[in-house]
């Protein structure tokens, strides 16, 4: 639990670190010719806060995020048996970002606020089960031996594509190199995290169990 | 049903028993800060939790 806590930590602090210089200037940048767009839009949610206290707090929820992902990455690898060592929780790290960003950006791009959108439930919903179902088909190609196991893992990457959300009529208020540039560092912030919270783990796992043989 | 997942329990290592308990309790409290950081709802953990959102690519808004 400890080595989730830690690696998490540090792999969040370095992630916002990385926010603050890539994807937030973007957001804040939208959020420009979301109000210029708008100019009495109260459901601006983003600008609730700002300054120092709206990076604190983005900070705070990349943290949790980060310590969420390590977790994650231990429990999975706790629970198939798999020895916990850094470039192993690294590449289960990898295969997490392919379930839950690249096989979710097919169907739901990065937004910048002031973007097109359809209701948010029906979105988590699908993002959920194609990250979970991404997830397993990955296990099912990587990890099992029978013929059976590889088309249920392809099936299961391949099913919830069939049934992405419909898009919204695009109404972007923001211009599209700015979503552009906007997708492509997210999926990139994305994938460092989860590779960072990977490696981190397995590393805080490994001094520990070394300090305990010590001990 | 339970003398089974007992006979189980006891056929497994008590090492692995600890691991899959470990590993259940870390999947929990992972998921939950996922979810409390990525998609709860009420609007202060939004704000908070906006331009977080927006960069790891949940669905926002």
């Keep these: ?215 | 049903m339970n003398a089974k997942s007992s006979a189980n329990a006891a056929a497994l290592p008590s090492s692995r028993l600890e691991a899959l308990k470990a590993a259940v309790v870390a999947l929990t409290l992972g998921f939950g800060l996922v979810w409390l950081a990525g998609f709860a709802y009420p609007e202060s953990v939004h704000d908070a939790a906006h331009d977080t959102r927006h960069a790891l690519s949940f669905p926002c808004h």
């Design chain 1, 1 to 215: 639990m400890t080595t989730g806590l830690i690696a998490g930590l540090v792999a969040g602090l370095a992630v916002a670190a990385l926010q603050h210089f890539t994807t937030t200037p973007l957001i804040l940048a939208a959020e420009v010719f979301e109000a210029a767009q708008h100019a009495h839009d109260s459901a601006d949610a983003g600008a609730a806060l700002s300054g120092l206290s709206r990076t604190a707090a983005t900070s705070a929820a990349t943290i949790a995020v980060s310590i969420g992902y390590a977790l994650i990455l231990l429990a999975a690898m706790l629970l198939s048996g798999d020895a916990i060592a850094p470039r192993r929780a690294a590449l289960w790290g990898a295969c997490a970002f392919a379930a839950t960003g690249l096989a979710t950006s097919l169907g739901l791009a990065p937004q910048l606020p002031g973007m097109a959108e359809t209701e948010l439930a029906a979105r988590q919903i699908w993002w959920l089960a194609t990250a979970l179902s991404t997830g397993a088909g990955l296990f099912a190609l990587l990890r099992l031996d029978s013929t059976a196991a590889k088309i249920a893992g392809v099936a299961l990457i391949a099913l919830p594509h069939f049934f992405a959300p419909q898009p919204a009529t695009p109404e972007s208020t923001a211009p599209a190199e700015l979503a552009a540039r906007f997708a492509a560092a997210s999926l990139a912030v994305q994938a460092i995290s989860w590779a960072l919270a990977g490696a981190l783990a397995g590393l805080v796992w490994r001094l520990q169990s070394r300090q305990q043989e010590l001990s």
